[in-house]
Structures are given as structure tokens and as C-alpha cells.
């Protein structure tokens, strides 16, 4: 949903990582799931449990080491019918670039606006510092933010008052890409636009209608 800031306004947009710049890990629990006959949208659904609190929380906090949320997830998934691995949902995180959202990213830079990305990630490697096309794009940004050093997560509104502080903005002057409407709520109530994303075209297209310029 687009809000009515005029593009003059906007001084920084700020992007989430999986799901906006890369390809959705939940693509990748859906084969998952299939594969091993468990219902569709389990996994995520295990993680929508006590979501401040459960093992992928404290995993993106790193209160918790890999190591452990493979059997902290492992119970929590079995006490929801079907017991899964944790280590078998990380193997999953890893998405693909999509080379239309790293044009959209270069065209903002260039432009001349700020930008941060914000992540919910993990000690192991979501943003890809071993995936040299992956970190080919983390170093675009012009801050990062990280769920796993920072220490707190979205939709903690904590972690976007860190972001802000980065870029050096107000809530009123940013642009925030996310695939999760509930990371976009917090966001939106301190006064930031929002995108939800739900393909890399229709990101695009409501970018380039709220800073009035082309991304492509």
C-alpha cells in the first residue's frame, strides 16, 4: 500500500535482503515440505508460533548458536505434528540474486538517496559473505544492518530506530522494502513509506511511483 509522501520528501530507502533481493527462502521450504510430505507452509507456520520468543527469534537475536537451533526448532516443529531438523531449514536460507533488484538498487544510489539494508539474519551466513555475488550487493548498501550483531530483529521497532540512526534520517524520510507485512507494520507507524513485495517487478513499479524516477 502506498502512502501519500511526495518523492521530494524521501531521503533514503532502506531495503530488506531475503525475499526482496534475493529470492524467498519460502520458496524453498515449499519444495522442502513436498519433498518430505509435510503440509504446506508448515515451517513457516512453526516459526509464526511465540514469534519473539521461539528458536528462529533467538537464533536472528544470536542468543542462540546454529548448533543449537537445530534441536531447539527440531522439538518446536514436533510439537506441531512433525519434527524437523533445524539444520535442514538453514540449508534452506540461501536465495538466488535477482539482477533486477541490483539495477533498481544501483539506479537509487545514483540517484542520490541513502540506503541500508535490513536483515534478520544468522551467525552462519544469511547475507552470503562466502557467496561473492551475494556480497557483491551487501556492499552497494551504504550501511547494513544486521539482526545477528545488532541484537535485536524486526519487527522490533528498536532495530529500525538503529537503521535510522545509521542513515542519519528520520522514520518520515525513508522508503522500506520488506516481503513480510508484519516487518512493514512497525515501520509504518513511525511514519516511514512502505513496500510490500511480492514479485521484483511489482516492487519495482511501486518504487519508481514513489520517488518518481526509473529503476530499470
Request: glycine share 8%.
Amino acid at each position: 500500500m502506498l502512502a501519500s509522501m511526495s518523492h521530494q520528501d524521501v531521503q533514503a530507502v532502506l531495503w530488506d535482503f531475503g525475499g526482496v533481493i534475493l529470492t524467498s527462502p519460502f520458496e524453498a521450504f515449499n519444495r522442502y515440505e513436498t519433498e518430505h510430505d509435510l503440509p504446506h507452509d508448515f515451517i513457516r507456520g512453526v516459526n509464526a508460533v511465540d514469534p519473539d520468543s521461539n528458536a528462529w527469534a533467538q537464533l536472528e537475536r544470536n542468543d542462540i548458536t546454529p548448533e543449537q537451533f537445530d534441536g531447539v526448532f527440531a522439538d518446536e516443529s514436533a510439537g506441531h505434528g512433525h519434527r524437523v531438523p533445524g539444520a535442514d531449514v538453514l540449508g534452506l536460507l540461501s536465495g538466488d540474486v535477482r539482477p533486477e533488484m541490483v539495477t533498481a538498487l544501483d539506479r537509487v544510489i545514483a540517484a542520490g538517496f541513502r540506503t541500508a539494508c535490513l536483515t534478520n539474519n544468522v551467525i552462519s551466513g544469511e547475507t552470503g559473505e562466502t557467496r561473492p555475488e551475494v556480497k557483491a550487493v551487501m556492499d552497494r548498501f551504504g550501511h547494513v544492518v544486521e539482526s545477528s550483531k545488532v541484537g535485536v530483529r524486526k519487527p522490533e521497532p528498536r532495530f529500525y530506530e538503529i537503521a535510522c540512526d545509521l542513515v542519519g534520517v528520520t522514520p518520515e524520510h525513508c522508503v522500506f522494502l520488506d516481503d513480510l507485512g508484519i516487518n512493514l507494520k512497525p515501520a509504518r507507524a513511525m511514519g516511514m513509506q512502505t513496500v510490500k513485495v511480492t514479485s521484483a517487478h511489482q516492487a519495482i513499479e511501486d518504487l519508481e511511483a514513489i520517488l518518481d524516477l526509473d529503476l530499470r
